[in-house]
């Protein structure tokens, strides 16, 4: 039986809830900026140089996956811009999206948004307050139906800190929107946590990906966001990313994402 495309394996997280071989989805952006040689601003801000890099950077580290957002304080740009067209780094985004939607027939195309209480705290609110959460479910969906529009195939909603168990309802409610937009787009959905003991508000539908040590069967791995802790996995997993924007250069990060696409492959 040959091995399903990147992009139907994305399909088949949506539909199935698990996959084999897993989808390597490590939140790698910024490291393309190397390939076109400008800064981190001008490159994110330019859809054209943005969905070339992604392309190339795609090409040269061999993983499933190009990410257009990478959980990153994206959502909270557009959050202040008012909507996600008013912000230049969105607007290249979901742009750069559409356009690889075309052209990247061999990869998934990935968008990673923060979740609901790091996306309340990047904008100065508590993660544990209701209304808050609220507000930034509704900027969060928006967000999503702009890049799912686009074409992306799988959402992974991040929190890359514990929640506040007291908000834990108010949580669901606003990420459960999110994921249901993308189910309606046919497109796969996960749900990053740092702590185990939240997966239990995960919305229905969501693969959960929670760090190594924590992770149960059938649940997805979320890697540190520093490659150099990175270990290859010892079990079959739906997916696996990082909990957040991986950080290093582009040399550092194409050898550990080529370390764990091998490891995967031969699970």
């Not at 698990?18 to 989805?25: E, G, M």
């Not at 996956?65 to 979901?94: N, Q």
């Not at 690889?100 to 790091?118: I, N, S, W, Y």
């Amino acid at each position: 039986m040959p091995v399903p495309s990147a992009r139907s394996r994305a399909r088949l997280l949506a539909r199935r809830g698990r996959v084999s071989p897993a989808l390597v989805c490590p939140l790698v952006l910024v490291q393309a900026a190397e390939i076109e040689a400008l800064s981190e601003e001008r490159f994110l801000s330019d859809a054209t140089k943005l969905a070339n890099g992604l392309r190339a950077l795609h090409t040269s580290f061999g993983h499933d996956v190009i990410v257009t957002a990478a959980a990153d304080d994206l959502a909270a740009a557009a959050a202040r811009a008012g909507s996600p067209a008013a912000d230049p780094r969105v607007a290249a985004a979901v742009e750069a999206t559409r356009r690889l939607a075309v052209t990247a027939d061999d990869a998934a195309l990935a968008v990673a948004l923060c979740g609901p209480a790091r996306l309340a705290a990047e904008l100065g609110q508590s993660p544990g307050d209701q209304a808050a959460l609220e507000t930034c479910g509704a900027v969060l969906l928006t967000l999503a139906k702009a890049f799912l529009e686009a074409g992306a195939n799988l959402l992974l909603l991040v929190e890359a800190e514990p929640l506040p168990a007291a908000s834990a309802g108010a949580w669901r409610s606003a990420a459960t929107p999110v994921v249901n937009v993308a189910r309606f787009h046919q497109a796969a959905a996960a749900v990053v946590l740092a702590d185990s003991a939240d997966a239990a508000i995960a919305p229905r539908g969501a693969v959960v990906c929670l760090p190594p040590q924590q992770a149960g069967p059938g649940q997805g791995i979320a890697l540190s966001p520093d490659p150099a802790a990175w270990l290859a996995p010892s079990a079959d997993v739906p997916l696996v990313t990082s909990l957040g924007p991986v950080r290093g250069g582009f040399a550092e990060c194409r050898a550990a994402v080529g370390m764990l696409t091998a490891a995967v492959a031969e699970v």
